[in-house]
């Protein structure tokens, strides 16, 4: 009984130790479930952008484009193996190339404001564009685009002008296609804007190509160019599913039949117009009776006068 008295507190002090053991229960709970909903809403933001980035690959399209327009912007004829291209469109594009990669700001100008590129820089920018397997015949390029490419052989330097050169096409990556580690790209040729184009418009892709890499060591090889494949139904507005420009404004639809569907049209209106030929034959002749059965009646006139005199002269 003695303990029991002894360790006994008031019902009031009792009361006042269990409220300052739970006083901080709820602000503390409310701080961490605030830390539990920011952490769900960054988790959340981060699946989200995650997933954009998995689907939308707008940053490797650009970087696709910036590798094959040294190539594209001259508009170069298709090849299935680039040692197989045209000698001048591997030197021209490997030389721009060169300009337009990490040194192209450092080259020096002579006198009239031409860059000096060396020999060597643009073997290696071919290499990098093409593989190693294309070598390039140094040489000057004369009369090619109105723009001259002079190669001086004692000091292997390229003398390229740079100002006023206007590209033929700029690229516009419209779909990626990876099989291992080969990249399939269908690529649209945008005419370049001038000064007289004001209007602020989407710009118009004139055709579709489509453009191989191979990923070699952490970069891009070109490997070929392929006309886009007949039927494809990728073809840019102003063009059929052949490849083929129909008249300004109209769509593939709306352009003149082949000559084929036109021979068809002929064949088919071709008895019509027999028909009615036939027709107009058949008026002629059933009038034809008509005419000659008044000229019997013209004729047997006369003789009936004659009858007639005869009966009264007889009387």
Not at 182 to 188: F, I, R
Not at 252 to 275: F, G, I, K, L, W
Request: proline share 7%; charged share 25%; with cysteine.
């Amino acid at each position: 009984m003695g303990k029991q008295k002894k360790n006994a507190r008031p019902a009031g002090e009792a009361e006042r130790v269990v409220y300052r053991k739970n006083k901080y229960a709820a602000p503390v709970g409310g701080i961490f479930l605030l830390l539990a909903l920011i952490g769900l809403v960054a988790v959340g933001f981060f699946c989200v952008r995650f997933t954009q980035g998995l689907l939308d690959n707008t940053q490797e399209k650009r970087e696709f484009e910036r590798i094959i327009y040294p190539v594209l912007m001259f508009d170069p004829v298709p090849f299935e193996h680039a040692e197989d291209a045209d000698p001048l469109m591997l030197l021209q594009a490997s030389i721009w190339s060169t300009l337009l990669g990490e040194k192209g700001d450092s080259y020096q100008e002579n006198a009239i404001g031409w860059k000096i590129v060396p020999a060597s820089d643009v073997d290696v920018a071919c290499a990098q564009l093409f593989g190693p397997q294309v070598q390039l015949e140094h040489q000057t390029i004369t009369n090619f685009v109105d723009t001259t490419y002079t190669y001086d052989e004692s000091t292997r330097t390229y003398y390229v002008p740079v100002d006023g050169v206007t590209p033929f096409y700029t690229p516009s990556v419209q779909r990626v296609v990876k099989e291992g580690d080969v990249y399939t790209l269908e690529v649209g040729y945008v005419a370049p804007t001038t000064a007289w184009s004001y209007e602020q418009t989407e710009p118009e892709i004139e055709k579709l190509m489509i453009y191989e890499l191979l990923r070699v060591d952490g970069h891009y090889q070109l490997t070929a160019i392929r006309d886009l494949p007949t039927g494809s139904s990728q073809a840019p507005t102003g063009w059929n599913t052949f490849g083929e420009q129909t008249r300004p404004g109209l769509t593939s639809s709306q352009a003149a039949p082949v000559p084929e569907e036109q021979a068809e049209a002929d064949a088919s209106s071709a008895p019509e117009d027999t028909e009615d030929e036939e027709d107009v034959e058949d008026e002629e002749d059933s009038s034809a009776p008509e005419e000659d059965a008044e000229d019997e009646e013209d004729s047997s006139a006369p003789a009936e006068d004659a009858e007639d005199e005869e009966t009264s002269s007889a009387a």
